[in-house]
Structures are given as C-alpha cells and as structure tokens.
C-alpha cells in the first residue's frame, strides 16, 4: 500500500533532518582534521611533542578517520533515500526483496530503510 502524501512529507523531513546532522557531524570532522594555523604559529611550536602526545593526536586523526567513514556512508543511504522519494514516491516505502510495505514506523526510525524487517533479518543471518 502505497504512503499518503502527509506521511511521504514527514519521512522527507526526517531525511532531510538526519541529512544535515550527517553533514554537520563531517563538517566538524573537517575541522578537527585539519590543524589550525594557529596552532602552527603559536609560541609552543619551538618545543616538540613528546612521543606519547604524538601518539595520542596520530589515535585521535584515526577515530576522526572512522567516524568521517561511517558518517559518509551514512550520508550515502540517506542520500539514496531521498533520490527513491523523489524519484518514484509510489515505491518509496516497498521492500526491494519481497514487495511489501517496509512500514511507517520502521521508516520513522529509519527513514533511509530498504527491506521490511523479516528480510533485513533475513539478510543479517546470512539467509
């Protein structure tokens, strides 16, 4: 069955919400990621770090790395989401595997979902 417009409205918020916290979430990766000219020009600059502290920044440019990652391909599904509703709005909503109805409320959790939950289940297991 296909979604009403009033419901088709409120999951594109939803995905247009969670859009922009993906991207404001990369946005700051971007700025921890980069050091600051300031950080370069300052006084403490004479003075090298001592290995632990280089140790510490190199772990901290990884997690970023990680997140920057997992946020991207987030950002991807989300993106993905919004092109099927643009795109084909009749569908939106209609499990890619088996044809039924993915359902309102798993959409409001996850907005960008593909399957219904019986074949995400399914495809977790291994099935």
Same mark, same amino acid.
Request: aromatic share 6%; with cysteine.
């Given at each position: 069955? #296909?979604? #009403?417009?009033? @419901?088709?409205?409120?999951?594109?918020?939803?995905?247009?919400?969670? %859009?922009?916290?993906?991207?404001?979430?990369?946005?700051?990766?971007?700025?921890?990621?980069? /050091?600051? %000219?300031?950080?370069?020009?300052?006084?403490?600059? $004479?003075? !090298?770090?001592?290995?632990?502290? @280089?140790? !510490?920044?190199?772990?901290? %440019?990884?997690?970023?790395?990680?997140?920057?990652?997992?946020?991207?391909?987030?950002?991807?599904?989300?993106?993905?989401?919004? %092109?099927?509703?643009?795109?084909? /709005?009749?569908?939106?909503? $209609?499990?890619?595997?088996?044809?039924?109805? $993915?359902?309102?409320?798993?959409?409001?959790?996850? /907005?960008?979902?593909?399957?219904?939950?019986?074949?995400?289940?399914?495809?977790?297991?291994?099935?």
């Amino acid at each position: 069955m #296909a979604l #009403a417009k009033k @419901q088709l409205a409120h999951l594109e918020k939803r995905l247009l919400d969670e %859009r922009d916290r993906a991207l404001k979430a990369l946005g700051l990766f971007d700025k921890a990621a980069k /050091p600051g %000219r300031e950080s370069v020009d300052s006084d403490l600059s $004479v003075y !090298t770090d001592h290995m632990a502290d @280089q140790g !510490t920044e190199a772990m901290e %440019r990884e997690k970023a790395a990680v997140f920057a990652t997992k946020e991207g391909r987030y950002l991807y599904r989300i993106e993905e989401a919004l %092109r099927r509703l643009y795109n084909d /709005p009749k569908n939106f909503g $209609v499990c890619h595997t088996c044809g039924t109805d $993915v359902g309102l409320d798993r959409l409001d959790a996850l /907005p960008h979902a593909r399957y219904c939950i019986d074949c995400k289940r399914k495809e977790e297991s291994g099935g």
